[in-house]
């Protein structure tokens, strides 16, 4: 790894912003987190990701001050957070809702955590003008929030919450309320922002897409614990459960018997080459699709399985190939269209194979 | 629609029962004549009569001060109470708490008078205006924590949050976010104060003492006298102030409603 790389996490003489040392939140008898670590550096743009209900709100929620851990310790700066009111934290949050104040224009809205530091008028508006032009948003400053639309108002939040200058800004499911291009147009705009204002990002999300898109590292939450915590593309390469696996991207997963080379996964069929050190036992090969090849031949690989075609979706620059091998498993294969729709051979119901190096998949145990 | 013929009927016959004795009286307190229920002709010389009464004139006045007074009382406790009890941290007995401050609202007056008396009497405090104002703002805040709450409930908790989050205290959240954005509700809530202030007579009659008489008291005692074109022009000046009030807290409280 080159050192222009921003990474960290794996530098040990970085030390973090933001640490959550095995932290629990009970609601009564509910547990939302369950004993979770989470070291987070300077500058980092990182996710929280998971489906609904696993607690991400909870997390973010007890680093703001909103609620408080049952048990464990959140720092921020190596300064304990326990004892400091929601309003004296260096901490700022874009709240799910957007939370803009109904009764106050644009421009106020604001300015308001400004005001309440006792900054003199010429900075306040000095630096609401700024904030402003950072979302782009001067000819809408005497309108009320409801006189403006959805995507103005998120960005309204954004400048409000980004004016105080916060160490860490918290961002809870910032772009949910969007239709799908502003979406994506907005995720760039925030990793804009982010790398401008050099301000450190939590930002929490359901969408995998997106949490791949902007940030340096991501957490895969699933029921108030931490599955993985890793950079996309890691998290995408070498997941650490079929969890992780199945929640970034699209994956085969292939049951059976790993005898430390190869995967004994049906009676009868050629045991599954792969290069792995994963402790024999049963587990479970992970295929991305992209990583098999769809060929009407028999392939010269290291691992090649008989199958027939059931279903192609066609997606414009890519099909996937729905397959079904022996013994009744359905194996998606995705390959690029290279050639015009006429000239391609594979059709439904035809008998294929499909092939894969042995480095082409992982084997997981959990 | 339309509305079918027995519809029709029992809404005329509804709103008749409700407002005709309200109409007599408001009609007969242009009567010209001196008797109550012979009409002769329309005048407007029992208002003036009314306002050369000295009596008349301090009982207006002690009733305007209580209603606003009390009013203005029961809306800045009434207000907290239905704060704490919406938003408060849940404290053990939180549900008795929001009963028992209901409980006003179905209390007979005649009992609230009765044990509001004996306290004043037990304290030694001497019954005048002073006394009315305080058992006015102990009922009306019942009616003011009942309409501010329920704006509360359906108030976006995370605005105030937002407020604390961008470096707010706590006062300042609710001042500067929650109370604009409740503001028609708690209007709402002094209007009805004032409203029910104007109109009591049975608590006010107990806590009251001399010097300290307020237009429905006047007009009670002056009936038992007989009645007079007079009584009937003072009583639909009650009875516009009242309709007032009530049109515009509920008109406040609709605008209220309407907020996000
Ligand atoms: N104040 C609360 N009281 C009780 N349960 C709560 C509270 N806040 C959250 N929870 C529960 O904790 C779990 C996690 O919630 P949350 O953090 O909002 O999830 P997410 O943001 O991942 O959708 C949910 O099951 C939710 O019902
Ligand atoms: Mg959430």
């Given at each position: 790894?080159?050192?222009?790389?921003?990474?960290?996490?794996?530098?040990?003489?970085?030390?973090?912003?933001?640490?959550?040392?095995?932290?629990?939140?009970?609601?009564?008898?509910?547990?939302?987190?369950?004993?979770?670590?989470?070291?987070?550096?300077?500058?980092e743009f990182f996710a929280l990701l998971g489906p609904s209900?696993?607690?991400?709100?909870?997390?973010?929620?007890?680093?703001?001050?909103?609620?408080?851990?049952?048990?464990?310790?959140?720092?921020?700066?190596?300064?304990?957070?326990?004892?400091?009111?929601?309003?004296?934290?260096?901490?700022?949050?874009?709240?799910?809702?957007?939370?803009?104040?109904?009764?106050?224009?644009?421009?106020?809205?604001?300015?308001?955590?400004?005001?309440?530091?006792?900054?003199?008028?010429?900075?306040?508006?000095?630096?609401?003008?700024?904030?402003?032009?950072?979302?782009?948003?001067?000819?809408?400053?005497?309108?009320?929030?409801?006189?403006?639309?959805?995507?103005?108002?998120?960005?309204?939040?954004?400048?409000?919450?980004?004016?105080?200058?916060?160490?860490?800004?918290?961002?809870?499911?910032?772009?949910?309320?969007?239709?799908?291009?502003?979406?994506?147009?907005?995720?760039?705009?925030?990793?804009?922002?982010?790398?401008?204002?050099?301000?450190?990002?939590?930002?929490?999300?359901?969408?995998?897409?997106?949490?791949?898109?902007?940030?340096?590292?991501?957490?895969?939450?699933?029921?108030?614990?931490?599955?993985?915590?890793?950079?996309?593309?890691?998290?995408?390469?070498?997941?650490?459960?079929?969890?992780?696996?199945?929640?970034?991207?699209d994956v085969n997963l292939i049951e059976g018997d790993w005898?430390?080379?190869?995967?004994?996964?049906?009676?009868?069929?050629?045991?599954?080459?792969?290069?792995?050190?994963?402790?024999?036992?049963?587990?479970?090969?992970?295929?991305?699709?992209?990583?098999?090849?769809?060929?009407?031949?028999?392939?010269?690989?290291?691992?090649?399985?008989?199958?027939?075609?059931?279903?192609?979706?066609?997606?414009?620059?890519?099909?996937?190939?729905?397959?079904?091998?022996?013994?009744?498993?359905?194996?998606?294969?995705?390959?690029?269209?290279?050639?015009?729709?006429?000239?391609?051979?594979?059709?439904?119901?035809?008998?294929?194979?499909?092939?894969?190096?042995?480095?082409?998949?992982?084997?997981?145990?959990? | 629609?339309?509305?079918?013929?027995?519809?029709?009927?029992?809404?005329?016959?509804?709103?008749?029962?409700?407002?005709?004795?309200?109409l007599i009286l408001i009609t007969y307190s242009f009567n010209?004549?001196?008797?109550?229920?012979?009409?002769?002709?329309?005048?407007?010389?029992?208002?003036?009569?009314?306002?050369?009464?000295?009596?008349?004139?301090?009982?207006?006045?002690?009733?305007?001060?209580?209603?606003?007074?009390?009013?203005?009382?029961?809306?800045?406790?009434?207000?907290?109470?239905?704060?704490?009890?919406?938003?408060?941290?849940?404290?053990?007995?939180?549900?008795?708490?929001?009963?028992?401050?209901?409980?006003?609202?179905?209390?007979?007056?005649?009992?609230?008078?009765?044990?509001?008396?004996?306290?004043?009497?037990?304290?030694?405090?001497?019954?005048?205006?002073?006394?009315?104002?305080?058992?006015?703002?102990?009922?009306?805040?019942?009616?003011?924590?009942?309409?501010?709450?329920?704006?509360?409930?359906?108030?976006?908790?995370?605005?105030?949050?937002?407020?604390?989050?961008?470096?707010?205290?706590?006062?300042?959240?609710?001042?500067?976010?929650?109370?604009?954005?409740?503001?028609?509700?708690?209007?709402?809530?002094?209007?009805?104060?004032?409203?029910?202030?104007?109109?009591?007579?049975?608590?006010?009659?107990?806590?009251?003492?001399?010097?300290?008489?307020?237009?429905?008291?006047?007009?009670?005692?002056?009936?038992?006298?007989?009645?007079?074109?007079?009584?009937?022009?003072?009583?639909?000046?009650?009875?516009?102030?009242?309709?007032?009030?009530?049109?515009?807290?509920?008109?406040?409280?609709?605008?209220?409603?309407?907020?996000?």
């Amino acid at each position: 790894m080159t050192d222009d790389v921003f990474a960290p996490w794996n530098d040990p003489g970085q030390s973090p912003l933001i640490r959550y040392a095995n932290v629990t939140k009970k609601f009564g008898e509910f547990t939302a987190i369950d004993n979770v670590s989470i070291d987070i550096f300077p500058g980092e743009f990182f996710a929280l990701l998971g489906p609904s209900g696993c607690g991400k709100t909870t997390l973010m929620r007890m680093l703001a001050g909103f609620e408080t851990p049952t048990s464990g310790i959140i720092s921020l700066g190596g300064q304990d957070m326990g004892n400091v009111p929601p309003n004296k934290r260096p901490v700022n949050m874009m709240f799910q809702s957007y939370a803009l104040f109904p009764h106050m224009n644009v421009w106020d809205n604001i300015a308001f955590g400004l005001r309440r530091d006792g900054l003199p008028k010429d900075q306040v508006a000095a630096r609401v003008e700024e904030m402003l032009r950072l979302v782009q948003l001067q000819k809408f400053a005497k309108r009320k929030p409801d006189a403006i639309s959805g995507g103005q108002r998120q960005r309204v939040a954004l400048a409000r919450s980004l004016a105080k200058a916060p160490k860490v800004l918290l961002l809870d499911e910032p772009l949910g309320a969007l239709d799908k291009k502003l979406r994506q147009e907005t995720q760039f705009e925030l990793v804009d922002i982010q790398e401008k204002t050099g301000t450190t990002f939590m930002i929490v999300t359901h969408d995998q897409e997106e949490a791949m898109t902007v940030s340096t590292r991501i957490a895969v939450m699933d029921e108030g614990i931490i599955k993985q915590i890793d950079t996309p593309a890691s998290l995408y390469e070498a997941p650490n459960s079929r969890y992780v696996a199945d929640f970034i991207g699209d994956v085969n997963l292939i049951e059976g018997d790993w005898r430390g080379d190869t995967l004994h996964w049906a009676e009868g069929q050629t045991p599954l080459a792969v290069q792995s050190d994963a402790p024999v036992g049963k587990a479970w090969l992970a295929l991305r699709p992209e990583k098999i090849a769809i060929s009407k031949d028999q392939a010269k690989a290291d691992n090649a399985i008989p199958g027939q075609v059931i279903d192609i979706a066609y997606l414009g620059n890519l099909s996937t190939y729905v397959v079904e091998i022996p013994g009744g498993q359905k194996i998606r294969a995705q390959a690029t269209n290279a050639r015009r729709l006429s000239r391609r051979d594979i059709t439904w119901n035809d008998t294929v194979w499909l092939s894969w190096t042995s480095t082409a998949g992982l084997v997981l145990s959990e | 629609m339309k509305m079918s013929r027995f519809n029709v009927v029992s809404l005329t016959l509804g709103f008749a029962f409700l407002y005709l004795p309200i109409l007599i009286l408001i009609t007969y307190s242009f009567n010209e004549s001196r008797l109550v229920t012979v009409w002769g002709g329309f005048s407007t010389k029992w208002y003036g009569v009314l306002f050369q009464d000295e009596r008349f004139l301090g009982a207006a006045w002690v009733t305007f001060y209580v209603a606003f007074i009390s009013a203005s009382i029961a809306t800045v406790l009434g207000t907290m109470a239905a704060y704490v009890l919406v938003r408060g941290a849940k404290f053990r007995g939180r549900t008795l708490f929001s009963g028992m401050i209901y409980a006003p609202l179905v209390m007979p007056e005649v009992i609230t008078g009765l044990s509001l008396l004996l306290l004043f009497i037990s304290i030694g405090l001497d019954r005048g205006g002073f006394t009315i104002i305080l058992a006015h703002a102990t009922f009306s805040m019942c009616y003011v924590s009942v309409v501010v709450s329920s704006r509360l409930v359906s108030f976006d908790r995370s605005l105030e949050e937002a407020a604390l989050d961008l470096g707010a205290t706590g006062w300042q959240a609710f001042r500067l976010v929650t109370l604009p954005i409740i503001a028609p509700a708690v209007a709402a809530g002094w209007l009805l104060g004032f409203t029910l202030s104007l109109d009591d007579l049975v608590i006010a009659s107990f806590v009251s003492g001399p010097g300290a008489t307020t237009l429905p008291m006047r007009i009670f005692s002056e009936v038992r006298l007989g009645v007079s074109p007079k009584i009937n022009a003072l009583s639909a000046i009650l009875i516009g102030m009242v309709a007032l009030g009530v049109i515009v807290a509920s008109l406040t409280t609709k605008r209220a409603a309407q907020r996000p």
